[in-house]
């Protein structure tokens, strides 16, 4: 089949990170500094992306400002006409540190936070970093960056997604995303811990609503859809292989950011091929593009069209086979793994304030 050129590289420069917040995604077996690739190859990277067709790349980890070369890789990129987003918790950055990313290109910072207090967000993100995050926060502002913003939402900071809202205005977001709790990694294996009720998730997309009417016009504001709550799939990075990939701290170059999981796959690295040969020729990328694959109930499926089948590495991580129709579908043979999961969350459970 015919493969239309990726729209976004997502950099991960590497795995280290100051906080330790229970609902990452990164894999519980993280790539060492000695795994990382080296300057050389994640500039050699950039221009394979940009003659791929490349458009925007996304740097992050972990966290990208313990890379010292981080400025030299924005440069490069901007000079190869990407655009160019930093993802960052926000600790390690210094007004000087702002101005050389400034100066190099930076077209935009996303900053996350964990909670709308400083109490419950350094409980939730493992140290004291939530003045921190405000003050890197003015800084961004202060050098005339874009300032975009993302929470990860769980059963211990739903009750506060209003609050959060305004802090993140306060704070001078254009754009703030708030994600549902998505079950990969460091977040499925603590799972029981984040989970909430039904009646949190339904209270707080509430709430939500409420604030768009408020701060709709001053910051967009994204709800992302909890997986675990829904009865259809959420569209597959929109298709296997379709629209961006990701390169891992080690080159492991893969379809979106957690298909390493897919412990069936092998995944090409790019110390060994060229990233064109891996986006239109490997293996690991074909898998699962186009609807070829699919078993049933997915091939005759008119909602193919619309979600691929679902997530690819949910189906694996829950069911043992990435070909299965995502679990989250209410029409998949396995759905009661869902339901089943959603069930033992009771909202007398749901007591935590902070």
């Not at 458009?55 to 990129?77: K, N």
């Not at 390690?92 to 207090?117: C, F, P, V, Y």
Request: hydrophobic share 40%; glycine share 6%.
């Amino acid at each position: 089949m015919k493969v239309s050129a990726p729209y976004a590289l997502t950099a991960e420069m590497t795995h280290r990170c100051p906080l330790q917040c229970g609902y990452c995604s990164n894999p519980i077996e993280l790539q060492k500094r000695e795994n990382e690739l080296p300057t050389d190859d994640w500039l050699r990277l950039l221009e394979e992306a940009s003659e791929l067709g490349v458009v925007q790349v996304h740097f992050t980890g972990g966290e990208p400002l313990l890379r010292p070369d981080l400025e030299q890789l924005i440069r490069r990129a901007r000079d190869l006409g990407l655009y160019v987003n930093l993802i960052s918790s926000g600790v390690g950055l210094t007004e000087k540190r702002m101005h050389k990313l400034t100066e190099a290109g930076t077209d935009s910072i996303q900053l996350s936070i964990q909670a709308s207090t400083a109490e419950l967000a350094d409980r939730i993100g493992g140290i004291k970093a939530h003045e921190i995050k405000r003050k890197a926060a003015e800084i961004i502002r202060s050098a005339g960056m874009t300032l975009n913003m993302n929470v990860v939402l769980h059963r211990h900071n739903l009750h506060e997604v209003e609050e959060m809202i305004a802090l993140c205005a306060s704070w001078g977001a254009e754009r703030l995303e708030l994600a549902n709790t998505q079950y990969y990694g460091w977040a499925l294996a603590n799972r029981d811990d984040l989970m909430p009720a039904k009646e949190q998730v339904m209270a707080a997309e509430a709430a939500f609503y409420r604030a768009r009417e408020r701060y709709g016009k001053q910051m967009e504001l994204i709800w992302v859809l909890p997986d675990y709550h829904e009865n259809l799939p959420k569209p597959c990075m929109g298709g296997w292989g379709k629209l961006s990939l990701t390169i891992s701290p080690n080159g492991i170059a893969l379809p979106c950011t957690v298909a390493a999981s897919i412990q069936t796959l092998s995944f090409e690295s790019v110390k060994d091929r060229s990233l064109s040969w891996i986006w239109e020729e490997s293996e690991s990328f074909q898998a699962y593009r186009g609807f070829d694959w699919m078993p049933e109930p997915c091939k005759s499926c008119d909602l193919r069209f619309q979600d691929y089948g679902g997530c690819r590495c949910q189906a694996f991580l829950l069911t043992g086979d990435a070909k299965n129709t995502d679990p989250v579908c209410e029409r998949s043979p396995h759905h009661h793994l869902i339901t089943e999961a959603v069930a033992v969350t009771r909202l007398s459970h749901i007591s935590y304030r902070g």
